[in-house]
């Protein structure tokens, strides 16, 4: 069923009014009167909507239920990557919306290779891959693409969460298995993964004393763009979020 | 560590003979005599390996400690995709890899728009993906990448396994999570996803007739490339193979 998000979409009184992209979606999909859409309003929200009217400037459609997005995980993960390389960044966005990330915020540390002079430039392009995959996988937000600037920031975001992972590949850790199995029922949760070169030592040091978990996901080493998605990935098996 | 695949290595009597590309790899490196390398059998075997020699044409190392590669998991997945179209092929093979598959097959189905009409030529370049793949990971095998031409060989090979699941996106489902919970002691698992159209319904009748679980990863909607990762990640979880 096409599905839109609110943008270009005003709701009052049981009857929604569609205008501008959303209006040209309507009429690149040929949809009339009598059909079925979802308007989402960002905020987890699905407004079911039968059209009632459809011309070139806007649509109109008829509010037949309000349900909570069925897309949207119990569970709010945000995701922490240090700043890889090129294309990186944009498959980490769209997979992770896909996976059912709540947010994807970058930082920079010691071993990044990637140092833009400006990574906030690059952030309406990040947002609109976040749009993209969270319209085709049928969410119900539009997850939040950030950069937060330096290391110390995202352990601050971190440790206000119910739970803090950091994933790192050597020393002494938990098992990421065992960490999620004793914490099924949490509501927010963080995962920090690292760049190319990983962590410095001194990181994980510092993600230690502030009171994240420290975790291993196996003798297998993942690729940096590959980490936070399978870390997400288990995070939503373990809560129950995946099927 | 330095990590070599047995190809042009030879084993005997607890010293190893390293020849052809592995020597050069060797040398690249810079690796001296006294330095450690780990050498796999490519059947699941680390030698680990003390270098004793090492010029232009080969190196020699004696063999300190063979033990079973600890990235290997205890489940051989069989991940079965129909074939998607462009690099969605090598990007599967690359990140299941990683993720732990144990083979990974291509078969066509009904709404494959990928239709090449040798695919049989490219799995030399799939399967040096996967090798590299494999290196990169520390994995202990290779894994297999294969053509296996119809739908009707997927649901063959599937149920041969421990374990079968079909991942589906509508109708009737099973809950991958609970699936998973039910079986968390199997030894061989087989993952059919399809192409960027989905099954057929057809498709998914013959699947459950044959005695396959349909399963459903929740109501996000995941790319074709994007689905064997998860459920796979899923199932390494659900065994305790992730960390």
């Given at each position: 069923m096409?599905?839109f998000?609110?943008?270009?979409?005003n709701?009052?009184?049981?009857?929604?009014?569609?205008?501008g992209?959303?209006a040209?979606?309507?009429?690149?999909?040929?949809?009339?009167?009598?059909?079925?859409?979802?308007?989402?309003?960002g905020?987890g929200?699905?407004?079911?909507?039968?059209?009632?009217?459809a011309?070139?400037?806007?649509?109109?459609?008829?509010?037949?239920?309000?349900?909570?997005?069925?897309?949207?995980?119990?569970?709010?993960?945000?995701v922490?990557?240090?700043?890889?390389?090129?294309?990186?960044?944009?498959?980490?966005?769209?997979k992770c919306?896909?996976?059912?990330?709540?947010e994807?915020?970058f930082?920079?540390?010691?071993?990044?290779?990637?140092?833009?002079d400006?990574p906030?430039?690059?952030?309406?392009?990040?947002?609109?891959?976040?749009?993209?995959?969270?319209?085709?996988?049928?969410?119900?937000?539009?997850?939040?693409?950030?950069?937060?600037?330096?290391?110390?920031?995202?352990?601050?975001?971190?440790?206000?969460?119910?739970?803090?992972l950091?994933?790192?590949?050597?020393?002494?850790?938990?098992s990421?298995?065992?960490?999620?199995?004793?914490?099924?029922?949490i509501?927010?949760?963080?995962l920090?993964?690292?760049p190319e070169?990983?962590?410095?030592?001194?990181?994980?040091?510092?993600?230690r004393?502030?009171g994240?978990?420290?975790?291993?996901?196996?003798?297998?080493i993942?690729?940096?763009?590959?980490?936070?998605v399978?870390?997400?990935?288990a995070?939503?098996?373990?809560?129950?979020?995946?099927?």
């Amino acid at each position: 069923m096409a599905r839109f998000f609110m943008a270009g979409t005003n709701l009052a009184g049981g009857t929604v009014i569609i205008r501008g992209r959303d209006a040209e979606h309507v009429k690149v999909l040929r949809l009339k009167p009598g059909e079925d859409v979802v308007i989402c309003d960002g905020q987890g929200t699905d407004y079911k909507c039968r059209l009632v009217m459809a011309d070139k400037e806007q649509a109109q459609a008829e509010v037949v239920e309000v349900v909570p997005c069925p897309a949207e995980p119990s569970v709010k993960v945000t995701v922490l990557c240090g700043l890889p390389k090129g294309d990186k960044t944009e498959y980490i966005i769209q997979k992770c919306v896909e996976a059912g990330a709540h947010e994807i915020l970058f930082f920079q540390s010691r071993r990044c290779v990637a140092r833009p002079d400006a990574p906030e430039k690059k952030l309406e392009r990040w947002q609109r891959i976040s749009e993209e995959a969270a319209k085709q996988s049928g969410r119900g937000i539009i997850p939040k693409v950030d950069w937060i600037g330096e290391f110390a920031d995202a352990l601050n975001l971190a440790i206000q969460k119910d739970l803090g992972l950091f994933l790192y590949e050597t020393g002494e850790r938990e098992s990421l298995n065992a960490v999620l199995d004793s914490n099924r029922h949490i509501e927010t949760l963080a995962l920090i993964t690292g760049p190319e070169g990983g962590f410095a030592p001194f990181e994980a040091d510092l993600a230690r004393i502030t009171g994240l978990h420290i975790c291993s996901m196996g003798e297998r080493i993942l690729r940096c763009e590959t980490a936070p998605v399978v870390a997400l990935t288990a995070a939503m098996y373990a809560t129950g979020n995946l099927g």
